[in-house]
């Protein structure tokens, strides 16, 4: 019977240990940076698609209270810029915005990576991110800027009947 006793209690105090490390994991810090992608499973917030290109991915992290925040998951980063325009945290400074470097898929700060135009993207917005500056390469607010004149003059068109003519919207961007 004493056996038994130890034996239970042993278990029981293992299981308490790992409680512990599991609570301790959660509370470690203030949570940063990007999260693993749920690839061909994870939609994209704006809108819908299954992530599955790993080269053009976004993720914004939305802070809350506290320590706190959310991921969002983006498959192009057309959707992300134009998903973060109207939100009212966009420009807090706890506000995390990442992409994939499309050469070698590693996470970058979107606001401090190089934008390459004319690549074939989810969203057809055609632009992929680099970590370093490259001829021609454009920065984060002229990438932010050319995909609101897509998104404009899209809109525009598919409500003129014109959508088949979109490839002329962006300079660099994929012809007929």
């Not at 994209?44 to 992530?51: A, F, N």
Request: net charge neutral.
């Amino acid at each position: 019977m004493n056996r038994e006793w130890t034996r239970l209690a042993s278990w029981g105090l293992g299981g308490l240990f790992l409680c512990w490390l599991a609570l301790a994991g959660c509370s470690s810090g203030p949570e940063q940076g990007p999260v693993p992608v749920r690839w061909d499973q994870q939609a994209c917030e704006r809108c819908g698609m299954v992530l599955s290109d790993r080269r053009y991915a976004a993720e914004i992290r939305e802070p809350l209270a506290g320590d706190r925040s959310r991921v969002h998951f983006f498959d192009d980063f057309g959707c992300a810029v134009l998903w973060l325009a109207d939100k009212p945290w966009r420009g807090d400074s706890r506000t995390e915005f990442w992409v994939k470097d499309w050469r070698n898929g590693h996470w970058i700060d979107a606001r401090h990576a190089t934008y390459i135009t004319g690549k074939h993207t989810p969203m057809d917005y055609g632009l992929a991110a680099q970590s370093d500056p490259a001829p021609g390469g454009l920065t984060y607010r002229q990438a932010v800027a050319r995909v609101q004149a897509v998104e404009e003059k899209g809109a525009h068109a598919i409500h003129h009947g014109e959508a088949g003519h979109l490839e002329s919207i962006a300079p660099g961007s994929r012809g007929p």
